[in-house]
Structure formats: C-alpha cells, structure tokens
C-alpha cells in the first residue's frame, strides 16, 4: 500500500452521458474553481486511445493546479498517462492483479459494497475505498441496494483505509455522510449534469467543510 | 522490436458474437486441434475481470500445445495474464505508449489499413502488422475499403514486418493471400462460425502449408 498524497474531500466522477454536451474538460475545470480536490476520469464507451487523449488533456490541466488525477477501470491508460491513481471495482481488474503493474506508488481505490467487500480491500492494500452507493443513484442502473448512512459508518468501524462515500451525494447529504465516517464524497451528476458545476461542486464543498468543523 | 518467436501462419481472432453460443475456449480448443498456431482474444463487451478470466483460462489451455496467446486492444489484460502479444488497432493504445508498459520481451502487432500505416508501425518497432482489410469481410463494419491482394503486395514490398492478412480470409482465398505476401491469415467468421470449427482451420491451414511449398 502507498501512503495516501490524496486528498479525496471532494472527489469528481466524470461521465460524458450526463454533462449536457459540455465537454469533460470543460466540467473539470468549472468543478476544480468550485473546490472538487480529486477527479476520476471514466469513461465506458469509446475507444482507447480517445481516453487517452481526453487523459492527456485532463491531466496538464490537472497539472497546473496540482489536483490529482484517478483513471477507472484502465490500468493500461493510468500506465500511459502517470496517473496518481487507478479506480477498480468489483468488475475490473483484481487489486492482486494490478499492484504488481502499477507499482506502490499508484494509488488504487477500490469499490465496496459491503463490509466484507472493505475487509478484503484494505487487506489487499486498496489505498482508499469507493463505499457505494450510500444513497439511491440515478447514474448508474446495476447497483446494489443502498447501505444508508448506517452501512457507511458499518464500514467505517470495520477498516481504517481512507472512505469516499458515492452513490446518490449531493449537497444535502454531503455533511452528513462526513459525519458517519467518509473522508471524501464523490460526486456525480449533482456536478456534472449541474446548470452551473462550479458552484454546484462550490457548495458541496462548503457541506463538506463545515461538517469537519462542528465548532465553528 | 523483440525477436518475433510467434509462427503466424493460422491466426485465430475471437468473437464471441459469432460463436452460435459456443464458449471462447471450446472455439479455441477446436481451431487449435485443427492447426491454429496463434490466438488472439478479441472482447470488447463484458467486464475486464470476466476478459481476465477468459483469458487466464485460455492460456492455461493455449499454453499446453505451446501455442502464444495476443490479446486485442488491452494492454493491461496482456500484462496481467502473462500474455505473449497484445493487439493494437489504430483506435488503441499508440505503439509508442504500451512499449515501455509491456517492455521488449511482449509481442506488439499493429493494425495497417494502408502503405503509410504499414511503414509508420514498422519504423515504431512492431513485431508483425494485421494488414486489414484485405477482402471484404463479415465481421467488421467499420473497416476501410477492401486492399485486395494488390494492396496486400504493395504493403509487403513496403515493409520487412511480418505481415498477417485479415479480412474476409477463408479457405477459398488464404493461399493466394501467402503468394501475395502474407506470413500468416487471420481468420475470424471462417473458423468461429463455422459448424465445425476445427475441420474449418484443417481446410485453411492445408490451403496455407501447400500455398508455401509450390513445389510440392
């Protein structure tokens, strides 16, 4: 396991079908104003070497302000662009199969979906955990039932890898899944498909700030 | 460049599309009985961890005859089974990227639609071409504009990169594509459709044993 350099507090999913003919670049920069602190490029159709290239693009970009940059599913393009990291889910390539590839200086995140799926993460030495989905999604239709606020603190009392909660997160709820236990929250569509994502991803990120500093 | 240690003369393409519900590995085990002396795994639906599986199990099966398993398009699902090529069209990963991911040792084979695509591959170091589309074929429907065997010669007289010809190749036309230039024949529908795949790779590699000795 690498040590964690990343800081998932608010952590952008990309998804090309829900951003309104905007292009991903554009979505990333407008949310990266608003405060997003880690983006995971994903993209499920195409071809390869278009990911790539979006990849390159995202990443100078990314560069620039010193946010860091998490490919889902492709080693192959993490490989070929230096990215900081690699997302797998359940369906992707096994964490034992890719450290190997990667290195330990990778990041690789993992999804969970259970309390056994974090378990045996963290054992593998996943560097941060997807818990998903904590609450009911639109974006994605193959999901298992939603764990609750009560499944993410669950998992949280289980493992001591770092947890970004996604699955259904948006302004009203950011704050309370810090509070049971995440240290990120991704996001999609409340930011991708926002009227504005800059200050969709802006207030989000105040929840997220204000729920870490109960005192103030 | 490495060492082309790969005998292309029968080179299987998958397609589990065309397979009339018959597994990958039983199509395998067949064309292979039948005289295949190459494999690539060619998905492009399903997960990545479903294409590992398939993959580790038709190695473990590919590796008992001694016959080398290429791997379409994924670089990191040829990494992570030990594969001994990976395939990349002009829509993959460049040539450029993989080869320091995959190193000297792993076969790469480029996808040429043309003269220029052929000289541009060899110049970047790949150890054969897939000269495509040579004939019309079946299985694609986004490929250019047939070669023909004149476009076949005039890409073998470009090169010094072994060549494998693909595209509508079959028993009725495999040998003419050997006296035109090719080292090998990819064959995709003309085995993986045929009601009985291994007969089907007998009758083609027979075409292409004689094709090579005129003599004979």
Known sequence: MSESRIDYSLYLVTDRGLSRGRSTLEIVRAAVRGG???????????????????????KAFLNSCGVPLIINDRVDVAMAVG????????????????????????????????????????????????VSPVFTTPTKADTAAPLGLAGLRAIREAVKTPLVAIGGLNCSNAAEAIRNGADGIAVVSAIVAAEDPEQAARAIRREIDTARRPWV
């Open 36 to 58: 997003v602190t880690c983006v995971q490029l994903r993209e499920k159709t195409g071809s390869t070497r278009g990911f790539i290239e979006e990849a390159v693009s995202v």
């Open 83 to 130: 990215a900081d990291g690699v997302h797998l889910g359940q369906s992707d390539m096994p964490l034992a199969a890719a450290r190997p590839l990667v290195g330990a200086s990778m990041v690789i995140g993992i999804s969970a979906e259970s309390i056994r799926d974090a378990v045996a993460a963290q054992a593998a030495g996943a560097d941060y955990l997807g």
